[in-house]
């Protein structure tokens, strides 16, 4: 269990995979993780899709991680679309495969339900299902949480975003990873903004290297998080030299890791993106 590693070190390193769509993506993403292996990595989060889309293949991920490369797995799990009997289901099937880390998340709505049956969704947030995560393992796991630097976008204030925090982790959270972020100094000030609340949970910090131009873009779109100048430049500086790009958002990722590997940060949690040749680097030279 990711606990029990908390309880011997206090600077992990992990990253996430997501479930191909093909088959033949579940095998080259089968290879990688065989190749990475030796890296050793804390542990390895596996996603899972808007309203449990991609479930069966979120579990038999998380499975091969554990019994097949004898890492820590963690497995997502998502409220929306959900209500206590599926959910419990899931539940049942990733415990049966030796899983013993779940990350909790409320999840983004599906593509196919309506925004009237997202508002009345069974549960509204990861907080709701917490709880019942611990009742029906029936056993001690490791429950994760997600939070948010620059402060989730559905939030009212950055206060009431810290209040839904402290309340998910008094839910039952041991472990929090954040939404991936550019800016160090921003981070710093949500870590001490935390701990000011008395809240000791250990913090992994979600890093996401530059590697194209288009992922870039996408990425600020949909996290919203704010580019240091520093990035900004490298990004336009080689936005016409696709393998210089890439090296100098490799570089700035490291940077970025060393810093806040220096400021104490709990662990260090990459979004790699599934690209095996990013993930070994950075694995290598962390």
Not at 98 to 111: C, M, Q, T, Y
Request: hydrophobic letters at 40%; one cysteine or more; proline letters at 4%.
């Amino acid at each position: 269990m990711i606990k029990d590693i908390l309880k011997q070190k206090k600077n992990l390193i992990s990253f996430e995979v997501f479930p191909p769509k093909t088959e033949e993506g579940m095998e080259q993403l089968f290879d990688t993780l065989t190749d990475l292996k030796p890296y050793a990595p804390d542990f390895i989060s596996v996603t899972y899709g808007a309203g449990g889309s991609t479930s069966k293949k979120t579990a038999d991920i998380a499975a091969f991680i554990k019994n097949e490369c004898k890492l820590e797995a963690l497995a997502h799990v998502t409220c929306v679309a959900h209500d206590e009997a599926s959910l419990q289901v899931y539940l049942n099937e990733i415990l049966s495969l030796g899983i013993e880390n779940v990350l909790a998340l409320r999840g983004d709505k599906p593509k196919d339900m309506t925004e009237e049956q997202f508002a009345s969704r069974y549960f509204t947030y990861a907080s709701d299902i917490i709880p019942l995560i611990h009742k029906w393992a029936k056993k001690d796991i490791t429950v994760a949480g997600a939070c948010y630097p620059e402060v989730h976008t559905e939030a009212v204030s950055k206060e009431a975003d810290l209040e839904a925090l402290k309340k998910k982790v008094e839910c039952g959270v041991d472990l929090l990873i954040t939404q991936l972020f550019y800016d160090n100094e921003i981070f710093y000030r949500f870590y001490e903004d935390v701990r000011k609340m008395g809240v000791e949970t250990p913090i992994c910090a979600g890093i996401m290297p530059v590697t194209t131009v288009s992922g870039f873009k996408n990425t600020i779109t949909m996290s919203g998080s704010s580019v240091p100048k520093e990035l900004l430049q490298q990004v336009e500086k080689y936005s016409e030299n696709p393998e210089d790009l890439k090296k100098a958002g490799l570089e700035f990722a490291l940077k970025q890791i060393q810093q806040l590997r220096n400021f104490g940060v709990e662990g260090i949690h990459l979004y790699p993106l599934n690209k095996k040749d990013v993930s070994k680097y950075l694995l290598e030279n962390i």
